[in-house]
């Protein structure tokens, strides 16, 4: 069963970096693709982007000016960035494992960020 769960500070002030940790435990991120999602208060999902079993990564359009995807595979683990926040990125950020690309097989719990100053 594999278990994602994300960490990192629940308050960034605007302008500031966003950055959230998805550790992962009982499956390898070498395999699989592994995104970030959000969900806005009041609002649908919203994919940011995903890194690959190989360490491709692939972006919204709408956010790729400003998002980062990185993995540390020793540690297992995969990290979002994202830059120059503002009130409009507040929402709870989930990491996900997809078995491919259209699909979502495990979720972590999500985890709430608040932008404000």
């Known amino acids: 069963q594999v278990q994602l769960q994300e960490s990192g500070p629940g308050l960034v002030k605007p302008s500031q970096t966003l950055s959230l940790t998805c550790t992962v435990s009982?499956?390898?991120?070498?395999?699989?693709?592994w995104k970030w999602i959000r969900q806005p208060p009041g609002k649908g999902l919203e994919w940011i982007g995903t890194?690959?079993?190989?360490?491709?990564?692939y972006y919204s359009p709408s956010l790729k000016s400003r998002t980062s995807i990185s993995r540390d595979t020793s540690k297992n683990q995969f990290t979002l960035q994202l830059t120059s926040v503002t009130p409009e990125d507040t929402a709870v950020y989930y990491c996900?494992?997809?078995?491919?690309?259209?699909?979502?097989?495990?979720w972590g719990q999500g985890t709430q960020v608040t932008v404000s100053s």
């Open positions: 009982g499956g390898s991120i070498t395999t699989n693709y």
């Open positions: 890194t690959s079993n190989s360490g491709g990564t």
């Open positions: 996900a494992r997809a078995p491919n690309w259209g699909s979502i097989g495990s």
